[in-house]
């Protein structure tokens, strides 16, 4: 089982692209935040949102055509190795236990930090090691 | 009464909003889109032309090239600013001045570890002004980003 560093996980619905944040690192879920765009923002951002008195950058994970991504209804806020971020997604699942569903390993990720794969129910979530994806964003 | 050092221009460009402080500006300046001279329009390198500043012409460059947002596409009556520059003002044209403000107005936020690493490096700063989030402009970075 790939080491995320949790027990459980965070299950989001995104039409981009369901997913499973270790538990651990969910810190607050902001349901309809606004978002702000900015300077310098690669493609990869969809925007930016205000937590606090922090301003971080919203990630959209899964798989979608350039300049098909949605304004997502939540966003996730995570801490990671570079602080925080925030992935958008449609909907909030549930946190889950490794041992309610299965675990596949990706052997050919579809991005870098996409480490597997989790089948709950009838769903399938890509599992992310926040540490990892976030290390390797390109500056 | 306040100084200009105490004092920041808000301003929109697209759909983004920024603070700049007022001493780096030398005027804002009215005037119509078609008045932009565009026989030195370089969009390669985010000239959009010149216009004549006293005795002489003064560039106009497209702000967003160098942010790299959506090219600017103002038409009609529009809003320069004329910033200093280490070589002599520069211009560059925005969509609406909000106005100016004292700088108790504005309230710092920080910027995630993470957002630094992702925009090259670029400083990114920004302050809320009212409900709004702002940038925090510096005409000395926005010339050299021009190069």
Same mark, same amino acid.
């Given at each position: 089982?790939?080491?995320? $560093? ?76 570079? /602080?925080?971020?925030?992935? $958008? ?23 870098? /930090? ?26 | ?82 910033? +200093?520059? +280490? ?19 504005? +309230? ?40």
């Amino acid at each position: 089982m790939a080491d995320v $560093g949790s027990r459980r996980l965070g299950l989001f619905y995104s039409r981009h692209g369901n997913i499973a944040l270790p538990a651990e690192k969910l810190i607050q879920v902001l349901e309809q935040p606004r978002l702000y765009g900015g300077p310098f923002l690669p493609a990869y951002v969809i925007g930016l949102v205000r937590f606090q008195t922090e301003i971080l950058p919203v990630l959209q994970c899964g798989n979608q055509a350039p300049g098909s991504v949605v304004e997502p209804f939540y966003v996730t806020v995570c801490g990671s190795s570079l /602080g925080l971020v925030g992935f $958008g997604c449609d909907q909030v699942r549930q946190i889950a236990d490794w041992e309610s569903g299965r675990y596949e390993e990706l052997t050919e990720p579809d991005y870098c /930090g996409a480490v597997g794969r989790f089948f709950h129910q009838t769903e399938t979530y890509t599992v992310i090691d926040v540490d990892l994806l976030v290390e390797c964003l390109p500056e | 009464m306040a100084t200009a050092e105490q004092m920041k221009l808000v301003f929109r460009l697209g759909q983004i909003r920024f603070s700049l402080p007022v001493d780096h500006l030398v005027e804002i300046r009215q005037g119509s889109a078609g008045g932009i001279d565009r026989t030195c329009q370089d969009l390669t390198g985010g000239q959009l032309g010149s216009i004549h500043h006293q005795d002489g012409q003064l560039g106009v460059y497209d702000l967003s090239y160098y942010l790299q947002l959506p090219p600017w596409s103002g038409s009609g009556e529009i809003d320069l600013l004329v910033l +200093s520059g +280490s070589d002599g003002p520069w211009a560059v044209p925005v969509d609406e001045v909000v106005g100016i403000f004292p700088n108790e107005a504005f +309230s710092p936020l920080t910027t995630a570890p993470l957002l630094t690493h992702i925009c090259k490096g670029e400083g990114v700063a920004c302050e809320q002004w009212q409900d709004t989030l702002l940038f925090c402009g510096d005409a000395g970075q926005w010339e050299r980003l021009r190069g």
